[in-house]
């Protein structure tokens, strides 16, 4: 039995390409297990846990995250770690800021807001090197359309539709703060298409797959595939509808969450 229990909270950023995202899962590599595995080596001990605020998905990649140490017995060093750690931790994963909490904080619970930025581009294949950051489409993509039904995903709507495999219990009422789509000036590398797009949504919390079926709805609407009307009926979610386009995830950046 230990001691005594330290609670730190770190600042992550990471590329979730070659990830199965965050969680710890068998046989696969995941952001979790590879901080595992990096804290144990420094440390030299495996008494602590993990926790994080929110499980991205596979190749989802996150500009800032926050994951709650558990450690027993001893406290973190007061000088070397946090330089060790990033000097340990994979190239594709990096730490911001490690700040010590008291017992009584929550990182599931700590968030008052997410972020998350979709990347995107249409008409033509781009180069290799964009496949961790963006999704391309082939097709040409209606923009205009797609930006004047966007926005209507703010406020609070029933989104069943919009949530991966809903039970009868699964809790689906949820409020959006901001949903925009607008020309990526953030986000830019000499390999990138010269024009690209994003997806730009706020809120408290979302379901799993949520955005990414969003994203989808949103490339229904550009290719025609959906019109205004039917869009406006899926934010019902007492009218049933089957969204089965999920956009692919490696275009999904968790942006920012506010602590």
Not at 32 to 43: S, Y
Not at 70 to 90: I, K, Q, S, W, Y
Not at 158 to 186: H, K, M, W
Request: proline share 5%; glycine share 6%; net charge neutral.
């Amino acid at each position: 039995m230990f001691e005594k229990r330290y609670y730190y909270l770190l600042k992550i950023q990471y590329l979730g390409f070659r990830y199965h995202g965050w969680q710890k899962q068998p046989d696969v590599l995941t952001v979790e297990r590879m901080m595992e595995r990096t804290i144990a080596f420094v440390l030299g001990r495996k008494n602590f846990k993990l926790l994080a605020a929110g499980r991205t998905d596979a190749k989802v990649s996150a500009n800032v995250a926050y994951v709650e140490l558990f450690l027993n017995d001893e406290p973190l060093p007061v000088t070397g770690f946090f330089e060790a750690f990033n000097a340990n931790l994979p190239q594709d994963i990096r730490c911001l800021e490690i700040s010590e909490v008291d017992k009584t904080f929550n990182v599931m619970d700590a968030p008052k807001g997410k972020e998350y930025l979709y990347l995107f581009s249409h008409g033509e294949k781009n180069h290799p090197f964009s496949a961790p950051y963006m999704t391309t489409l082939s097709t040409h993509l209606d923009i205009a359309k797609m930006q004047a039904v966007a926005p209507l995903f703010q406020g609070t709507h029933d989104f069943r539709n919009y949530a991966y495999r809903p039970n009868p219990a699964t809790q689906t009422i949820g409020r959006i703060d901001c949903a925009e789509i607008v020309e990526n000036s953030l986000y830019t590398a000499s390999f990138f298409p010269e024009q690209s797009f994003i997806f730009r949504v706020s809120g408290k919390g979302f379901k799993r797959h949520q955005i990414r079926l969003m994203m989808g709805a949103l490339f229904d609407i550009g290719e025609g595939k959906m019109d205004e009307t039917a869009f406006k009926k899926s934010l019902d979610g007492s009218t049933p509808m089957k969204l089965e386009r999920i956009a692919p995830a490696s275009g999904l950046i968790l942006q920012e969450v506010t602590i």
